[in-house]
C-alpha cells in the first residue's frame, strides 16, 4: 500500500485581534485513507507572547497514513482561541488549508476568519466576549455551506511541513 508521512510544526499565528493564542487543529481525509500512527487532532499550548506579536506554538505534528489513492488528500482545519487575564478562553478565527501534494519542505500559510455577526453579537462581544461560534465545526473544511456565511478576516496561522511519499509508483498514484 502507499504510504504518506506528513512531519513538522505548528508554528504560529499572528494577526489577531487580541494576544495570549493557542490552537486546536484536525486533520482531515477520504475514505481511501488510513491513519497508522500519529495523532490526527489536538490542541496547542498558549503562548503569552512579550512584545504581543507573533505567537509561537511550535507544536509537533507527525502522521503515517497508507493511502489507496489520493482522493480525499488531507486538509487540516483550524480554530484559533484567545485567552484573557481571567483565564477565559474566546474563539478569534477560523481556517482551514489543504496540504500540498509534491513531496518535500513547505511553508503554509493559512488564513483565518470569524463570523461576523450582528450589531448586537459585536457589542454583545465587546463588553462580554466570545462573539458568534459555528454550531457544527464541519463547515469549516467544507465549502457546501461555508459560503453562506458573513466573516470576517482575522489573523494568519503558519505550519511548517514536510511531505513525504512512500510507493506512489509502485502502486501506480500520481502525485
Avoid at 126 to 149: C, E
Wanted: glycine share 12%; charged share 15%; net charge negative.
Amino acid at each position: 500500500m502507499a504510504e504518506v508521512h506528513i512531519i513538522g510544526n505548528l508554528d504560529g499565528g499572528e494577526g489577531f485581534s487580541s494576544p495570549n493564542l493557542s490552537c486546536k487543529w484536525c486533520f482531515e481525509t477520504g475514505g481511501a485513507w488510513r491513519l497508522l500512527e500519529g495523532v490526527k487532532d489536538g490542541q496547542t499550548q498558549v503562548d503569552h507572547p512579550i512584545d504581543e506579536g507573533r505567537a509561537h506554538w511550535a507544536h509537533p505534528i507527525d502522521l503515517h497514513y497508507a493511502i489507496k489513492g489520493i482522493q480525499g488528500w488531507p486538509k487540516v482545519s483550524l480554530q484559533v482561541f484567545s485567552e484573557d487575564i481571567y483565564g477565559r478562553t474566546q474563539l478569534v478565527g477560523y481556517g482551514f488549508v489543504h496540504l500540498p501534494t509534491s513531496p518535500g519542505f513547505h511553508q503554509i500559510e493559512c488564513p483565518t476568519w470569524q463570523l461576523a455577526g450582528t450589531a448586537m453579537d459585536q457589542v454583545q462581544s465587546y463588553f462580554v466576549g466570545n462573539g458568534p461560534q459555528l454550531i457544527n465545526d464541519d463547515v469549516i473544511a467544507s465549502g457546501s455551506d461555508r459560503y453562506r456565511l458573513q466573516t470576517i478576516a482575522s489573523g494568519t496561522v503558519y505550519l511548517s511541513l514536510y511531505i513525504v511519499t512512500r510507493n506512489f509508483n509502485k502502486f501506480g498514484i500520481e502525485s
